[in-house]
């Protein structure tokens, strides 16, 4: 097996660590080209009537002459595109791409309408924000997971959006971080995986509400940013810092929430008592 450049290493460690069991990695036609993914998406592909099993699905590093990149893509892979278009949520991919802009030196969308390759890209990014909000208002998945009538491919022949560019190593964690709902859109639905699963029981007592607006010392951008996705129970110190599964350590937040003020929460919780605050 072809060994991968130190960064691709760190890549599939990471999303390891956030699945919860081992990711592999799928080098694109002998190129420098590296897919990231879940193993378990080559058993969906299987199932796939057309029979494409590419596992060209999940984050993609790519190294040439110009410069290193991270993205998030989707090529020729009908059935994961499906999933992906049916998990989809424009507020929460907005804000992933305003949340790792500061990771890449310009901002583009790759995507198919009508089987016609587009693009869209810019420097600033409120300007690629508002090109995106324009495709939003004819309704988003509809225009960039547009079905082609060419050949049995279906929707979603390309996808592909820049997260980073020409990054540190030392990013990885929390360009994934903000990032991971983009991977979770590539399951049947949204996997729990046993890490939350486990809090969430502990937490069983609490109403299952998102509890966002019981937490102190919330900077603007968390408190102007409407609850989005399911609620789950998010680690006040995280698992890998020593945060245990139990009550005092758990808030329920919703996704859009949860993924705004991971690790940056302290405090502890009981049933009638709440004292947890923002320490960014």
């Not at 060994?3 to 069991?21: D, F, H, Q, Y």
């Not at 907005?94 to 309408?113: H, M, Q, V, W």
């Not at 971080?177 to 399951?187: E, R």
């Not at 019981?214 to 945060?243: M, R």
Request: charge should be positive.
């Amino acid at each position: 097996m072809i060994k991968p450049p130190e960064i691709v290493t760190a890549i599939v460690e990471t999303v390891s660590e956030k699945l919860g069991r081992e990711a592999i990695f799928r080098r694109v036609n002998n190129r420098e080209e590296y897919f990231i993914l879940d193993l378990a998406f080559s058993y969906f592909q299987k199932a796939d009537r057309n029979r494409r099993n590419d596992y060209r699905s999940g984050y993609l590093y790519i190294a040439n002459k110009e410069k290193k990149r991270l993205l998030f893509a989707l090529a020729h892979t009908p059935i994961m595109s499906s999933f992906f278009k049916n998990n989809f949520d424009y507020e929460t991919f907005r804000a992933i791409i305003a949340n790792t802009a500061k990771y890449r030196d310009e901002n583009y969308l790759r995507f198919s309408r009508k089987g016609i390759k587009e693009e869209i890209r810019s420097p600033n990014l409120e300007v690629f924000l508002n090109k995106l909000d324009e495709l939003g208002t004819s309704g988003f998945t509809k225009t960039v997971f547009d079905k082609s009538k060419a050949g049995k491919t279906g929707v979603g022949n390309i996808f592909g959006v820049c997260l980073a560019s020409d990054f540190n190593q030392e990013a990885i964690g929390e360009i994934i971080q903000n990032s991971w709902d983009l991977f979770l859109w590539l399951y049947p639905s949204k996997p729990v995986f046993k890490r939350n699963a486990s809090l969430s029981r502990s937490l069983h007592s609490i109403d299952s509400k998102c509890e966002i607006g019981k937490i102190k010392n919330l900077p603007k951008v968390v408190t102007e940013t409407s609850c989005s996705g399911q609620v789950e129970g998010a680690h006040i110190t995280p698992y890998k810092d020593g945060g245990s599964d139990k009550l005092q350590n758990g808030v329920w937040l919703c996704n859009a929430h949860h993924r705004l003020t991971e690790g940056k929460l302290e405090g502890r919780r009981g049933i009638d008592r709440f004292e947890v605050e923002y320490r960014g």
